[in-house]
């Protein structure tokens, strides 16, 4: 299957980025190769274009579909979060804007043998980076009950975080658990019926907490977001699409705080601690998909996009 991958929000990152054909560019996710596409098509023989990924399927697949853009174009199988090291390495020390998707690929979610979705059987793989040892499989089964209901509570936000673990433990005591169906047919069991019935599919909110915990997204996305926003030149922005609360509550976070990083008591008559502002945040309220992408591409239904402009000398 050719590693696909609709991009989301697509005119309103075009729109808030506002590329210039002499920028240098950097998409943190490459992923299908969408996003990068339209920032290639509005560059000129003197712009630059960066597109990190981690999945090697991932940069493979971006390469051939972006082969015309092959003199403006750079990939780097590498995550997003060593961006700056990475740029530095290649004599980059500053860009005019960053782009983030950190939603899973339609080819992980529908590749079975990437063990990504609750929809197919295949191993229970999980990884991003497949140059990695540690697999989903080995989570599921090695860590300890208390572990597990505290990735499944903080992660996936998951109600019955307790029983799902519970029994995850004990179905790995008859036999290790090695498939996705497996994991599905145990997450059923610690979940009440009636709770069943609602919402969407009972096995997504631990899939997607396994899924963080494995490839450490949270912490890459905490670790690595002031460093993009330093990497920005005067007037450069960062445009981040999320996908669940904990990502677009750590995105808003950071954004205010380089936004207003005073740290002075509310009642000081005037600032001390001589912290300045960084830039400003663009997006009040997150950009949502409208009804129409929705539509056309349900996975996008939970999308928000932030964006926040570094300040001009």
């Not at 999980?126 to 599921?140: G, H, N, S, W, Y």
């Not at 009950?145 to 799902?164: F, K, N, P, S, T």
């Amino acid at each position: 299957m050719e590693f696909s991958h609709v991009p989301v929000l697509l005119d309103q990152c075009m729109e808030q980025l506002r590329v210039r054909s002499d920028g240098v560019y950097v998409d943190g996710t490459l992923g299908g190769g969408g996003h990068s596409c339209e920032i290639c098509r509005r560059l000129g023989e003197n712009g630059r274009l960066y597109g990190f990924d981690r999945d090697g399927d991932a940069i493979a697949a971006a390469g051939r579909r972006l082969e015309p853009w092959r003199d403006r174009f750079t990939a780097i199988h590498s995550n997003y979060a060593d961006m700056k090291e990475r740029l530095e390495d290649l004599g980059v020390d500053a860009v005019d804007g960053i782009l983030l998707d950190l939603g899973v690929s339609s080819y992980q979610l529908d590749t079975a043998d990437r063990g990504f979705s609750y929809r197919f059987d295949g191993p229970l793989d999980m990884r991003m980076d497949r140059r990695q040892p540690v697999t989903a499989k080995d989570i599921v089964n090695g860590y300890s009950e208390e572990e597990l209901y505290r990735v499944l509570r903080d992660y996936g936000e998951e109600r019955c975080a307790r029983q799902i673990a519970r029994q995850i433990v004990l179905a790995r005591q008859k036999a290790p658990v090695e498939t996705t169906f497996q994991l599905v047919e145990i997450i059923r069991r610690g979940i009440p019926a009636k709770a069943r019935m609602q919402g969407g599919h009972p096995a997504k909110k631990t899939f997607q907490a396994i899924r963080i915990e494995l490839n450490d997204e949270l912490g890459g996305l905490r670790a690595s977001l002031d460093d993009m926003i330093d990497l920005l030149k005067p007037g450069g922005r960062i445009c981040v699409i999320t996908f669940h609360s904990l990502e677009d509550r750590m995105v808003k976070t950071v954004f205010r705080r380089r936004e207003h990083p005073c740290t002075c008591p509310p009642d000081f008559p005037v600032c001390v601690c001589g912290k300045k502002p960084d830039g400003r945040v663009v997006t009040r309220k997150p950009i949502c998909p409208s009804e129409e992408e929705t539509e056309r591409n349900p996975r996008s239904k939970s999308a928000k996009l932030r964006v926040f402009e570094k300040g001009k000398d």
